[in-house]
């Protein structure tokens, strides 16, 4: 019993460690998948200029589930099925922080609103902002959750030989 | 369509309270009254539907404006600038959605319009046999008449050609119909078989395109207005191809003194003009008149 119990008290503490390092990790993805939409989007408006929903639907599958479905939620806003707001969009997206979502909200509601020109100026605007935000959630990352990983080890450990 | 353009409220009231069939047109001013237009009386759009008391009648605003807009161009504003340089937009069952705001002009060029500051939803309807009056006066025993069609905006001129091309299609197999649709308004719901089509190009070019590619024996085409449209018009003519053509004017006084149709008139290229109004209702017949402008076909 005394083993079970110590068992359970080590994975728990791995488990914290895994949702914290998670969390990072999704923050950390959730950045680059932005980017390369937004990239796509600037490039595809001028050539292509084909239409916002069809491009966001083409988006890589691969990249479009590290968007923690901001893609779905803009989709369905398109469609007339919801609102532009943060608690439609960003329904899937709790790692994101409140700041962090109304900069987001602010780029989707600039989306297809002007013309090739000044869609694109506004386009490679958010982007210098999202890639400051992707070297920032890259750092967090290398600080926060590996450490958060390694400490969750370390107390797991901790409490094991306290128990024994 | 509708539905997917306007706000759910306002989509709402004119689907239930609204006979759609009739209305012709809606109009939205930024902090103004929307105004509805039905069977060709302008009323002010309220909870209840059509009215003519100013004080139930629903305000635009301009975000109203703007989202409808917005979503009229499939939510991707820059993929239709070239439309909204000319003023309007089109969809794709051929609503025209005119547009008012402000244009942003580079060294003389449109760039732009922005600030958009009131639309009017123009709804087309197909009436089945509204050109049937002035067919037997177009389609002759010689063939079929250069015409040009005369009335003021929001007569049914775009209509009466759709239903005539939908009537050339029902009785004449044989005749290849060119249709030249500038605004992707004429091709929505043509039941006929034998026509083809080239969308979103000038006059000039359509006409010079397709009578070297497709050879048809008519060219039908809308709102005729531009010096190049009259050079298309008359390289039409020396082509062998018969022209249908609209053009706006209240009156055939008006038209025969309009400078840009001189040549024209002068040169008898068209050997009909049939003269719409909206007296009884969008496409009443005010006459049809020959090249000499005496009168074949008198009002109704």
């Known amino acids: 019993m005394k083993y079970l119990f110590i068992v359970i008290i080590f994975c728990l503490c791995l488990f914290v460690g895994y949702v914290i390092y998670t969390k990072y990790n999704k923050r950390k993805k959730f950045y680059s998948a932005l980017i390369m939409l937004a990239e796509k989007l600037s490039v595809e408006i001028n050539f292509s200029r084909e239409r916002l929903k069809i491009l966001i639907e083409n988006f890589d599958a691969g990249t479009k589930k590290n968007l923690l479905g901001i893609d779905e939620g803009f989709i369905s806003y398109l469609d007339k099925k919801n ?9 899937k ?14 780029f989707l509601k600039t989306l297809g ?43 797991g450990l901790f409490f094991t030989i306290l128990l024994i | 369509m509708l539905s997917k353009i306007l706000p759910e409220k306002i989509w709402g009231i004119i689907d239930r309270k609204v006979n759609l ?5 809606i109009r939205f001013r930024t902090d103004k009254p929307i105004i509805v237009c039905v069977s060709g009386k302008n009323y002010f759009l309220s909870e209840n539907g059509a009215t003519s008391n100013l004080s139930s009648a629903l305000f635009s605003s301009k975000i109203v404006i703007e989202d409808i807009i917005f979503r009229a161009s499939e939510c991707s504003i820059y ?3 070239e439309q909204i340089k000319k003023g309007f937009i089109v969809t794709e069952n051929g609503v025209r959605i005119g547009i008012g705001g402000n244009i942003v002009e580079e060294n003389g060029v449109i760039k732009t319009m922005t600030n958009f500051s009131s639309c009017n939803i123009r709804i087309p309807h197909n009436v089945k046999n509204c050109s049937l009056s002035a067919f037997p006066f177009i389609v ?18 775009t209509t009466f050609l759709k239903d005539f091309v939908n009537q050339l299609g029902e009785r004449n197999n044989a005749l290849n119909v ?10 929505t719901k043509l039941s006929s078989n034998f026509y083809d089509k080239i969308s979103f190009c000038t006059k000039k070019v359509g006409f010079e395109n397709g009578i070297r590619s497709l050879s048809p024996d008519l060219i039908v085409t809308d709102e005729v207005g531009q010096e ?7 390289y039409a003519s020396t082509s062998g191809v018969k022209v249908l053509a609209t053009t706006h004017a209240d009156s055939i006084e008006t038209f025969c003194r309009k400078p840009l149709f001189q040549k024209l008139i002068q040169e008898k290229i068209f050997h009909r003009y049939v003269l719409l109004s909206k007296r009884n209702g969008p496409g009443t017949f005010e006459g049809i008149y020959n090249e000499n402008f005496s009168r074949i076909l008198n009002k109704f």
């Open chain 1, 83 to 91: 609102e532009l707001t943060i608690s439609d969009i960003f329904s």
């Open chain 1, 93 to 106: 997206a709790n790692c994101l922080k409140q700041d962090e979502k109304e900069f987001i909200l602010l």
């Open chain 1, 113 to 155: 609103r002007s013309d090739v020109e000044n869609q694109t100026k506004e386009i490679s605007s958010f982007l210098q902002r999202f890639n400051e935000k992707k070297e920032e959630t890259e750092k967090e990352f290398k600080k926060y959750g590996s450490l958060s990983l390694k400490l969750s080890v370390v107390a």
């Open chain 2, 21 to 25: 069939k009739a209305v012709n047109e």
């Open chain 2, 79 to 81: 993929s239709v600038n």
């Open chain 2, 140 to 157: 002759t025993e010689n063939g079929i008449e250069n015409t040009l069609i005369i009335s003021p905006p929001g007569c049914g001129k």
């Open chain 2, 178 to 187: 060119l249709l030249l649709d500038e605004r992707g308004e004429l091709d």
């Open chain 2, 228 to 234: 190049e449209d009259i050079d298309a018009i008359l």
